[in-house]
């Protein structure tokens, strides 16, 4: 079947949420060096029973070190017009440093592709916005109010490659292999419904947070409404960009660490709070009543990937455990890996004819995050008690 | 020279007394703020407490409690000893609105004019103004046991005066404080419209010579004062011209009205319990 | 009034002849005078009936049954006898027609056309038997962000900057209604108290003081400072796990209350701090409050008299504005907000604002929420919602509409034994529960009322527990405003575009 709409969903579906089932793969080099595609994309690929060719898409940091210091917008467009009605846009409201089409390879196999854009650009400075609050309000307008236009990402010195098709055909249409990269994030899908939009497939982005999500989220219209009250726009109608935006809220805007914004997403049972020290009762309660909105319900695992201010790769999931996710370490302790299954890390072993090997190997633990740092390594291994390693101090008590 | 100045001839080494800056650097306190550092000093135990400078900041003496003496040099804000049981409040100047709201027991003073809705809903304590007062004063008063809330008034008073009572004493005497000390016959009216209006128990009493039952509200009658009455408000009324430093002799140049239920249910009658 | 003019009696009382002792025992329970014996037999004045059931439950020979009065009146579609009857008590007493319990007009209720979501094939559901789902609550103000600061040399120090503000917990979304000592009994208050103790979820005093043997059962109590100001002193705020401002009442929007005289006996007396037998009359407005910064200064002051302790709220009546009025109230500085839908009960209200004002709680709910959102201040406030939350299904639905806690009497009442006759005004409830009657407070047994209601919130929330683990959610957070999970199957597509509700099938 074969719609005319890339960007945005077809009438029939608009209002209607869109279920999956995925693959999820990420891994970090903490050191900093770059990779190319290759190892994400057999990390992937080989989770093919994970999806039904209905998209993917990928996600590097570190690939623009050019224009590290610009905004990499990534597009989808229907048509020239809405490409050009874009881009003068930009070009009124801030600076275009450059303007290109992302190399794709020809001819498409990939059926129906729409045009594939990327900017470098720079908002004119408003007092009072940051320029980081301005993109986030633009991408919040091209997606809702620009017909035919959809941004794939907005971080810097990153993007996001994705697509409708199987996992390797999006991986050879962009060309993936071709990208060097210090943290990869992948998703292959299996959704419910079929329609063909680009815009719909993983990773999710906005600025530097880019979520991949297996499972479905049960707290959807709640989060969703909360999220909008701090003037998000849920147009997409998926939990994963819920999830995205949820991250973006906490992480960015309310400024807080990586590891307790990761206690709002998957908090402790009460019952489990209330064997804790009174400090820790205090923290973990103020999180729960706080952020009761912000609480992911019903099976989910997510990979997500972030680079403000450090470069971190970041695992977790539900409090019951209803989805999966797998943690592998180097030999050299240089590379976390995480993945939907065991089988991607194996398929490194098997592919570099025993060579690469992992130093470990392990499951996380339902609702405790996996964390690693760019230098700083693994800080937190995804079984760990919400407060271990971190030295808390209370207001108040 | 009167009992305003008196009153502040403290003796600061007296150890339990302490002054509050209510305005530090002439930037007046949040009442955050003002309220806190009361707090604090009664938790120091201090009995007697001096705020200077305060500048309407609201509810100071907010539910205070036991044997305390608030002096307040400036213009307390509205609420002012809301919830309070037991603490004396004198206020010399004016004060806003609100002053002895649902007050449970205890006394403010007040050297000068008061605002609106005065003692609302008080159900003890007294409440001494000097001057006039403004709309609603001693609405919803009530007694209860021992508790038996008394406003005074030695000016005048507008509308809806002791609108719902439900017990204890409003008087109200009609004077006029003029600058050079000397007190006057009021040239306004004792009181305004709907005077004890829904009042079913307690009584006002207005110190006038003039006819006003054309103001008289729902459920109020006026009667002649008895001598019970009489002997009952003289050693409230000495003890108000003692404070404000008020000739006695001037009080029997006018007669007493006194205005009471016509009965415990006004409204009794204007509901119908029928089955439908 | 002649003959000419009886109304009708809505019911018959059939006393069989032959099953009928003569213990006469009926006779002292009905305390409406509607059963008496003349010497030989049992003589029933349908007129005073009320339906209540009394003497049908304490008949020893099962002899007497209440049927409707058969002798019809000539049909009219429009003139109901309803309307009839008002229009002759009306001409009868020329009073204002009182009324109890919440608002009796057959009106669509729009919970009733609300359908439930449940888990199938893409997430899985939750057994809530044999897993974790939590049904606490944190009652009170939330901050609008927590503010942690990382140590700018160790990033493993952090702090925690925001200090949490006044919460209560609670075990279950559920409150019991504000209900005066006064309007129900002593004996139904310490039932009411002591569930909600054991439950731990919380139970409105109503206006009419806090009686100093319910002081032990402060800690899930909030008390209410209404237009009366009644029994207010500083036990009442002090005692208290939270203070309510009542502004307004479902049953009565805009209403003031009265408690006549007679009602007020020694203990009322006591409670209220009024003089026995004195009318307790709560003004129309709150005197203080003309205006929402007046609110504002009330809401303030109670938190100045409480030392910032505890969460103080305010409740407010469903009506046509209540959006922009909860905002104001929230800007205001309230920590809770309860709004009290048109089919809220009351133990005495005129018929004529009771049937006619005020808007239903499921679509103030739905825009108060919304509205709240639009000024991002809905997760800073707890949003209780009542007016005729009936049984577990519309807890469910409220709280899915955006109610954090869902507050109900009558459900707590009937639990109790209340049979809803709908006389409450009367004082005379032959159950003891609306009725200030030491012999009919008797007949209250507390023990078996506070198990009662246990049994009726237990179950309860089980069945919240059952609802969730089907949606596949394990935390009554992720149900609140979380309106995706409902859906609207009535005929009228307006209010599911105000509940933000699809229709089934979309």
């Known amino acids: 079947m074969k719609w005319k709409n890339y960007t945005c969903l077809p009438k029939q579906f608009r209002n209607e949420r869109i279920f999956d089932g995925c693959g999820i793969s990420g891994y970090i080099n903490i050191d900093g060096t770059k990779d190319n595609g290759k190892k994400i994309i057999d990390m992937l690929c080989i989770l093919n029973e994970r999806e039904n060719g209905l998209g993917a898409g990928f996600a590097a940091y570190g690939i623009y070190p050019k224009y590290k210091d610009y905004y990499a917008l990534h597009f989808l467009f229907d048509n020239e017009q809405s490409k050009e009605r874009v881009l003068n846009y930009l070009e009124d409201i801030g600076y275009l440093i450059q303007s290109e089409p992302i190399p794709t390879k020809t001819p498409m196999d990939v059926s129906n592709s729409p045009i594939i854009w990327r900017a470098f650009y720079e908002p004119r400075q408003k007092k009072g916005i940051s320029s980081d609050e301005q993109v986030v309000q633009l991408v919040m307008e091209i997606n809702e109010k620009f017909e035919g236009a959809f941004i794939m990402?907005?971080?810097?010195?990153?993007?996001?490659?994705?697509?409708?098709?199987?996992?390797?055909?999006?991986?050879?249409?962009?060309?993936?292999?071709?990208?060097?990269?210090?943290?990869?994030?992948?998703?292959?899908?299996?959704?419910?419904?079929?329609?063909?939009?680009?815009?719909?497939?993983?990773?999710?982005?906005?600025?530097?947070?880019?979520?991949v999500h297996n499972g479905e989220i049960t707290s959807y219209g709640t989060n969703m409404r909360y999220l909008e009250s701090f003037g998000y726009k849920c147009t997409l109608f998926t939990d994963t960009e819920v999830i995205a935006y949820l991250i973006d809220l906490l992480c960015r805007k309310h400024g807080i660490p990586i590891p307790i914004a990761s206690i709002a997403l998957a908090p402790p049972l009460f019952d489990e709070i209330e064997q804790m020290d009174k400090k820790y009762q205090i923290a973990l309660k103020s999180i729960r009543a706080t952020y009761r909105s912000a609480m992911l319900n019903g099976p989910f695992s997510i990979v997500v990937g972030f680079a403000n201010p450090v470069p971190t790769l970041f695992g977790l999931t539900d409090r019951k455990k209803l989805r999966p996710l797998v943690a592998g370490i180097s030999e050299d302790e240089n590379t976390l890996f995480l993945s939907s299954e065991e089988a991607s890390f194996k398929r490194l072993i098997i592919d570099s004819n025993g060579l690469y090997t992992f130093k470990k190997i392990w499951h996380l633990k339902s609702g405790t995050a996996i964390i690693a740092r760019l230098d700083e390594g693994l800080i937190r291994e995804g079984f760990e008690e919400p407060f271990k390693n971190i030295k808390l101090t209370v207001t108040g008590i | 020279m009167n009992n305003t100045e008196k009153e502040g001839a403290f003796k600061l080494e007296e150890k339990n007394?302490?002054?509050?800056?209510?305005?530090?650097?002439?930037?007046?306190?949040?009442?955050?703020?003002?309220?806190?550092?009361?707090?604090?000093?009664?938790?120091?135990?201090?009995?007697?407490?001096?705020?200077?400078?305060?500048?309407?900041?609201?509810?100071?003496?907010?539910?205070?409690?036991?044997?305390?003496?608030?002096?307040?040099?400036?213009?307390?804000?509205?609420?002012?000893?809301?919830?309070?049981?037991?603490?004396?409040?004198?206020?010399?100047?004016?004060?806003?609105?609100?002053?002895?709201?649902?007050?449970?027991?205890?006394?403010?003073?007040?050297?000068?004019?008061?605002?609106?809705?005065?003692?609302?809903?008080?159900?003890?304590?007294?409440?001494?103004?000097?001057?006039?007062?403004?709309?609603?004063?001693g609405i919803h008063i009530k007694e209860y046991e021992s508790k038996y809330p008394i406003i005074i008034i030695g000016g005048t008073a507008k509308d809806f005066l002791g609108e719902y009572m439900a017990g204890g004493l409003i008087l109200v005497l009609g004077l006029k404080f003029c600058l050079d000390g000397t007190v006057i016959e009021s040239d306004q009216p004792i009181c305004g419209n709907l005077l004890g209006t829904g009042i079913h128990r307690g009584k006002i009493i207005l110190r006038t010579e003039k006819d006003f039952t054309a103001k008289l509200g729902v459920g109020a009658k006026i009667f002649e004062i008895s001598e019970a009455e009489k002997n009952e408000i003289e050693p409230f009324i000495k003890e108000f011209c003692d404070i404000f430093n008020i000739p006695y002799d001037i009080i029997s140049k006018k007669p007493f009205k006194v205005i009471k239920p016509i009965s415990k249910r006004p409204f009794g009658g204007n509901y119908c319990g029928q089955i439908i | 009034m002649s003959l000419s003019h009886n109304i009708p009696s809505y019911f018959h009382i059939k006393v069989d002849r032959e099953s009928c002792k003569k213990c006469k025992r009926c006779t002292t329970h009905c305390s409406y005078g509607a059963l008496s014996f003349n010497g030989e037999r049992i003589v029933a004045d349908d007129s005073k009936c009320v339906a209540c059931q009394r003497c049908v439950v304490m008949c020893p020979g099962s002899a007497i049954r209440i049927v409707k009065n058969e002798s019809f009146l000539p049909p009219h579609g429009n003139y109901t006898r309803r309307i009839r009857n008002i229009l002759w008590a009306q001409s009868g007493n020329g009073g204002v027609l009182l009324s109890a319990t919440g608002n009796d007009r057959p009106i669509r209720t729009i919970f009733d056309d609300l359908l439930l979501d449940a888990c199938q094939v893409t997430n899985p559901s939750i057994d809530p038997l044999r897993e974790t789902i939590e049904t606490k609550i944190f009652f009170g103000r939330k901050p609008k962000k927590l503010e942690f600061l990382t140590d700018k040399k160790d990033s493993t120090k952090i702090t925690l900057k925001t200090e949490f503000m006044p919460n209560f917990e609670i075990d279950m979304p559920i409150m019991i209604g504000h209900m005066s000592l006064g309007s129900i009994s002593y004996n139904t208050c310490m039932a009411i108290y002591q569930a909600s103790k054991e439950l731990n979820i919380?139970?409105?005093?109503?206006?009419?003081?806090?009686?100093?043997?319910?002081?032990?059962?402060?800690?899930?109590?909030?008390?209410?400072?209404?237009?009366?100001?009644?029994?207010?002193?500083?036990?009442?705020?002090?005692?208290?796990?939270?203070?309510?401002?009542?502004?307004?009442?479902?049953?009565?929007?805009?209403?003031?209350?009265?408690?006549?005289?007679?009602?007020?006996?020694?203990?009322?007396?006591?409670?209220?701090?009024?003089?026995?037998?004195?009318?307790?009359?709560?003004?129309?407005?709150?005197?203080?409050?003309?205006?929402?910064?007046?609110?504002?200064?009330?809401?303030?002051?109670?938190?100045?008299?409480?030392?910032?302790?505890?969460?103080?709220?305010?409740?407010?009546?469903?009506?046509?504005?209540?959006?922009?009025?909860?905002?104001?109230?929230?800007?205001?500085?309230?920590?809770?907000?309860?709004?009290?839908?048109?089919?809220?009960?009351?133990?005495?209200?005129?018929?004529?604002?009771?049937?006619?004002?005020?808007?239903?709680?499921?679509?103030?709910?739905?825009?108060?929420?919304?509205?709240?959102?639009?000024?991002?201040?809905?997760?800073?406030?707890?949003?209780?919602?009542?007016?005729?939350?009936?049984?577990?299904?519309?807890?469910?639905?409220?709280?899915?509409?955006?109610?954090?806690?869902?507050?109900?009497?009558?459900?707590?009442?009937?639990?109790?034994?209340?049979?809803?006759?709908?006389?409450?005004?009367?004082?005379?409830?032959?159950?003891?529960?609306?009725?200030?009657?030491?012999?009919?407070?008797?007949?209250?047994?507390?023990?078996?009322?506070?198990?009662?209601?246990?049994?009726?919130?237990?179950?309860?929330?089980?069945?919240?527990?059952?609802?969730?683990?089907?949606?596949?959610?394990?935390?009554?957070?992720?149900?609140?405003?979380?309106?995706?999970?409902l859906r609207y199957i009535g005929p009228n597509p307006k209010i599911a575009e105000i509940l933000g509700v699809k229709h089934a099938g979309e």
Not at chain 3, 296 to 310: D, N
């Open chain 3, 202 to 485: 919380l139970a409105g005093s109503g206006e009419g003081g806090l009686h100093p043997d319910f002081y032990e059962y402060g800690s899930n109590i909030i008390t209410e400072i209404a237009s009366g100001r009644f029994g207010v002193d500083i036990n009442y705020l002090h005692k208290a796990a939270g203070i309510e401002i009542k502004i307004g009442q479902g049953a009565k929007p805009g209403h003031g209350g009265h408690l006549p005289g007679e009602k007020v006996n020694s203990l009322i007396s006591q409670t209220r701090m009024i003089p026995k037998g004195s009318d307790a009359l709560s003004p129309y407005p709150h005197h203080d409050v003309y205006s929402i910064e007046d609110l504002a200064q009330l809401i303030a002051a109670l938190k100045e008299a409480t030392r910032y302790k505890v969460p103080i709220g305010v409740k407010i009546a469903a009506v046509h504005n209540s959006a922009p009025i909860a905002v104001g109230i929230v800007r205001g500085g309230a920590d809770f907000l309860t709004i009290d839908g048109f089919r809220g009960g009351t133990g005495a209200a005129p018929r004529i604002i009771r049937d006619h004002a005020g808007i239903p709680i499921e679509l103030a709910i739905a825009a108060v929420d919304e509205r709240l959102r639009q000024e991002n201040l809905r997760d800073e406030i707890t949003l209780v919602a009542g007016g005729s939350i009936r049984y577990s299904a519309d807890l469910i639905k409220i709280i899915a509409l955006g109610a954090d806690v869902a507050m109900c009497c009558m459900p707590v009442l009937i639990a109790m034994g209340c049979r809803v006759c709908q006389q409450c005004f009367r004082g005379l409830c032959s159950w003891g529960i609306a009725t200030q009657q030491e012999y009919l407070v008797k007949r209250l047994d507390i023990d078996v009322a506070r198990n009662r209601i246990i049994n009726l919130f237990h179950s309860w929330n089980e069945e919240l527990k059952e609802v969730l683990g089907a949606m596949g959610i394990d935390s009554v957070e992720s149900l609140r405003s979380n309106r995706d999970r």
């Open chain 2, 17 to 137: 007394i302490i002054e509050i800056n209510a305005a530090p650097n002439n930037k007046p306190l949040n009442y955050k703020v003002l309220n806190e550092k009361i707090h604090e000093a009664i938790k120091n135990n201090h009995k007697k407490i001096i705020l200077k400078d305060v500048c309407g900041q609201r509810f100071i003496g907010a539910s205070l409690q036991g044997d305390l003496e608030i002096i307040i040099n400036g213009l307390p804000g509205n609420d002012l000893g809301i919830f309070m049981d037991g603490p004396k409040i004198m206020v010399n100047g004016n004060c806003e609105d609100h002053a002895g709201n649902t007050m449970n027991d205890g006394t403010i003073i007040i050297h000068g004019n008061a605002g609106d809705v005065v003692g609302l809903s008080a159900r003890g304590g007294k409440i001494y103004i000097k001057k006039d007062v403004g709309y609603r004063i």
């Open chain 1, 153 to 211: 990402s907005s971080g810097k010195n990153m993007g996001v490659f994705k697509g409708n098709g199987w996992s390797h055909e999006i991986a050879e249409y962009y060309k993936i292999i071709d990208y060097k990269a210090y943290m990869w994030l992948a998703h292959s899908r299996f959704p419910t419904n079929t329609p063909g939009w680009w815009g719909g497939a993983h990773p999710f982005n906005l600025l530097n947070t880019s979520v």
